[in-house]
């Protein structure tokens, strides 16, 4: 059983910056894509950033592109979503995500999915 669970939100300030937590366990991820995404109230749920554990291949929306990094370590199987310079905008609850295979960026194609963690920036 694929368990993903995210940590790390909080309350910050706009331009501040938070650390997101991603642990996964259950099953060999070595051919999984993990991804961020974020929903806002009353707003679809969006992506934010992907990696692949086989190549550490990333790609992240154009609205959080050189502001965000998504890294993993291998070892302890977790990945993280490092924001910098946050935005009111960025308010959301931030999802971890997992599948096998190529990398999306629509949540439909994603299979597993954490809890969120909430993330409020204040302006």
């Known amino acids: 059983q694929v368990q993903l669970v995210e940590s790390g939100g909080g309350l910050v300030q706009a331009g501040g910056s938070l650390r997101l937590s991603c642990a996964a366990s259950?099953?060999?991820?070595?051919?999984?894509?993990m991804a961020w995404f974020r929903q806002a109230p009353g707003k679809e749920r969006e992506f934010v950033a992907h990696?692949?554990?086989?190549?550490?291949?990333?790609y992240y929306a154009d609205s959080v592109k050189g502001r965000f990094t998504i890294s993993g370590k291998k070892a302890k199987n977790t990945v993280y979503l490092q924001m910098n310079s946050l935005k009111p905008e960025d308010t959301a609850v931030y999802y971890c995500?997992?599948?096998?295979?190529?990398?999306?960026?629509?949540?439909?194609?994603?299979?597993?999915w954490g809890q969120g963690t909430q993330v409020t920036v204040s302006s």
């Open positions: 259950g099953r060999t991820f070595s051919n999984y894509v």
């Open positions: 990696i692949t554990w086989s190549g550490g291949s990333t």
């Open positions: 995500a997992a599948r096998p295979g190529i990398q999306y960026d629509s949540s439909t194609m994603y299979d597993y």
